[in-house]
């Protein structure tokens, strides 16, 4: 990639840097820009959008992963955990037997396991939305006989982080799904194609490694006191509420 050069003319190099500053204001404000009111945000060159989340590829070579893992640990209970900060990219294309591309809707998908002889159809999915990514992780789940948890990460807060949780949600949330959101920083969606899915507001959920206790002196007073104690809790509970949750499940 060549942004710069020393062959440049004055204009062009002028040209070159102004590019180049707008492709970082680009980067960081394009969450800003789509979250906003203000739609005057043109993005980045094609090539300069890294964006894409490849959790359906993740999902299909899973499965051999996992069949690999059982055969040399010899366990009988799999708990596979999925990590993602976004929805799959979705693929709706294929290459017939001439090489021809062709189009399909997910509606008429299902999934075919020769060796289990496991079938999956768009019926047996729950969720309206992601069809895709539930019926392949549906199909994981029965043709191994595995437990099956995903971890969706995002952050912000106020609006940002009430249209991520209906992001990530199989459903449109509720005025008390919001709520809990907002309050506890995550949520456990148990309509899936997970067995539980932890949605978990990253920036909520930090913990500072400072024990605010060392700065309370001799002969201080309770309210400094109760102060330094409720920094050092801080998120601490929600944290544990939800690692008990998620032990409770693999247990």
């Known amino acids: 990639m060549n942004l710069f050069s020393s062959r440049m003319r004055n204009r062009e190099l002028n040209n070159a840097y102004q590019n180049f500053l707008m492709i970082a204001e680009g980067f960081s404000n394009r969450y ?6 203000d739609y005057r945000y043109f993005g980045m060159p094609d090539n300069f959008s890294l964006g894409g989340t490849p959790l359906n590829d993740t999902i299909v070579v899973a499965k051999s992963v996992i069949e690999e893992f059982r055969m040399k640990t010899r366990v009988q209970i799999v708990n596979a955990i999925f990590l993602t900060d976004g929805q799959s990219n979705q693929n709706n294309q294929y290459l017939d037997s001439s090489n021809v591309v062709q189009r399909f809707t997910t509606s008429s998908v299902h999934i075919d396991d020769p060796v289990t002889r496991m079938r999956v159809f768009p019926e047996d999915v729950k969720s309206q ?12 789940k029965r043709s191994l006989g595995i437990n099956l948890l995903g971890f969706f990460l995002t952050s912000g807060s ?4 009430m249209g991520n949780l209906s992001y990530a949600m199989s459903r ?3 005025d008390e799904d919001y709520s809990k959101f907002r309050k506890e920083k995550f949520l456990i969606d ?3 194609a997970y067995d539980e899915l932890y949605i978990i507001n990253t920036k909520g959920l930090e ?3 400072v024990d605010h206790m060392d700065s309370v002196q001799v002969g201080s007073s309770k309210a400094e006191i109760r102060k330094a104690l409720k920094k050092n809790t801080k998120g601490k509970l929600q944290n544990r509420i939800l690692l008990n949750a998620f032990i409770e499940k693999v247990a």
């Open 172 to 174: 449109y949330p509720t």
């Open 190 to 192: 148990t309509e899936t």
């Open 129 to 140: 939305r992601n069809k895709t990514t539930s019926l392949l992780l549906l199909a994981l």
């Open 32 to 37: 800003q820009h789509y979250y906003s009111s």
């Open 207 to 209: 913990i500072d490694e």
């Open 158 to 161: 106020g609006r940002r982080s």
